[in-house]
Each structure stands twice: as structure tokens, then as C-alpha cells.
């Protein structure tokens, strides 16, 4: 089992930024790859970002691309999204997902664990 909780959202104006964390504990996280989604009213949960065990890779949403930018730190048990240039259309609860594989995934089907999310709202 691995347990999931972000921290870091909230409200922001548009073109500014946010930092999102993912702390995990319960099981080896750098045996984990890692993956960034969001889930707006109304819509289904889309995938944002990705980054795989050893942090060598990572894979974006071209909605975010150039924009956002995921990393992660083992030492430390977390994954961190970071968000520039924030429109409204980036308001949504974001999740932060895991899933017991060297490589990442960009599906929902593809993780096992998931986060309760965070609330990020970009007021225009």
C-alpha cells in the first residue's frame, strides 16, 4: 500500500503560479513511478503530467507543455508539480497517482493509488 497526500493548491490569478507537493508513504517510492492528474466539474479526470521511477523521463499533456513541469525527489518521498503561467482553464482538483512500475503511464487505468486531491482555482 502507498499512501498519497498533496498539498499546494489554491487560488491564483491568471498567468501566475503555484506549486503542487505530493508527500507518499507505506512502500519504497522510488520503486513508484508518478503521475500528475485533474479533474474539472462536470468532466472526466484527465492526465497532466508523468515522471517515471528514477526521474530520468517525463511526459506532459499538451494542454500544459512548456508551462508546467514535474520532478521528483526520493530522498524525500514526494513529487511536485510546478505551474506557471496559470489560465483558467487550469482550474480543476488535481490528483497525485502512483504505480508500482520503472515507467510512467498516462492513463487513469494506469495507476494503482491515488491522492484526495487539491483544489486549484485560476480566477481570469
Known amino acids: 500500500q502507498v499512501q498519497l497526500v498533496e498539498s499546494g493548491g489554491g487560488l491564483v490569478q491568471a498567468g501566475g503560479s503555484l506549486r503542487l507537493s505530493c508527500a507518499a508513504s507505506?512502500?519504497?517510492?522510488?520503486?513508484?513511478?508518478m503521475g500528475w492528474f485533474r479533474q474539472a466539474p462536470g468532466k472526466e479526470r484527465e492526465f497532466v503530467a508523468a515522471i517515471n521511477m528514477s526521474g530520468g523521463s517525463t511526459s506532459y499533456a499538451e494542454s500544459v507543455k512548456g508551462r508546467f513541469t514535474i520532478s521528483r525527489d526520493n530522498a524525500k518521498n514526494s513529487v511536485y508539480l510546478q505551474m506557471n503561467s496559470l489560465k483558467p482553464e487550469d482550474t480543476a482538483v488535481y490528483y497525485c497517482?502512483?504505480?508500482?512500475?520503472?515507467?510512467?503511464?498516462?492513463?487513469?487505468?494506469?495507476?494503482?493509488?491515488w491522492g484526495q486531491g487539491t483544489q486549484v482555482t485560476v480566477s481570469s
Open positions: 497517482a502512483a504505480v508500482n512500475s520503472r515507467n510512467y503511464y498516462a492513463t487513469v487505468e494506469g495507476y494503482d493509488y
Open positions: 507505506g512502500r519504497i517510492f522510488s520503486y513508484y513511478a
